[in-house]
T-cell receptor, first 110, second 120 residues
């Protein structure tokens, strides 16, 4: 079992719709959770971090964390073509390293 | 993020040569992480360094790979006797925090643009 699992996609949504990206993790002691956006050929860009159960909203982005289910998600409201990218879920436990999922490719159709 | 500078951006090496990748962290950051990304895959942790110390190198291959972060100058990731399987994008990230558990905000928030290594 991979430590951080994401559906590789691609996930295709029409412009203006809600895109829902999901991630599960295996280490129950994980404490910090991140979502990065990566455009093709570019470096990852941190868009959301979440540390406690529940929802965290930032603009069009909402991160959701459920530690009991070991599940973290990212919702993108009013999706735009510029949101088309690969979204990486990342998880950190009590150690030093952050474990990344393989990413979900999102396509937003104009 | 413009703060973390990696060079070169692209590096071509023949099999058996050495590759040196450099990373200058955000000014004031004393913690550096190196990651490797193969095509269509996520980032794989390689090593975490503080100034003059390797804190966690559990992701580094046992042979041919080494990393350092001297008191002065950039962090260096060195790959000796490169093979085709080393072809990948290598990303560096920096942080001002120690990364030792707890709730750490913006850990590894700042990634460099990466060095794309091609071994021919």
């Amino acid at each position: 079992q991979k430590e951080v699992e994401q559906n590789s996609g691609p996930l295709s949504v029409p412009e203006g719709a809600i895109a829902s990206l999901n991630c599960t993790y295996s280490d129950r002691v994980s404490q910090s959770f991140f979502w990065y956006r990566q455009y093709s050929g570019k470096s990852p860009e941190l868009i959301m971090s979440i540390y406690s159960n529940g929802d965290k909203e930032d603009g069009r982005f909402t991160a959701q964390l459920n530690k009991a289910s070991q599940y973290v998600s990212l919702l993108i409201r009013d999706s735009q073509p510029s949101d088309s990218a690969t979204y990486l879920c990342a998880v950190r436990g009590g150690g030093f390293k952050t474990i990344f999922g393989a990413g979900t490719r999102l396509f937003v159709k104009a | 993020n413009a703060g973390v500078m990696q060079n070169p951006r692209h590096l071509v090496r023949r099999r058996g040569q050495e590759a040196r990748l450099r990373c200058s962290p955000v000014k004031g950051h004393s913690h550096v992480y190196w990651y490797r990304q193969l095509p269509e895959e996520g980032l794989k942790f390689m090593v975490y360094l503080q100034k003059e110390n390797i804190i966690d190198e559990s992701g580094m291959p046992k042979e041919r790979f080494s990393a350092e972060f001297p008191k002065e100058g950039p962090s260096i990731l060195r790959i000796q006797q490169v093979v085709r399987g080393d072809s990948a994008a290598y990303f560096c990230a920096s942080s001002p925090f120690s990364g030792t558990g707890g709730y750490i905000s913006n850990t590894e928030a700042f990634f460099g643009q990466g060095t794309r290594l091609t071994v021919v």
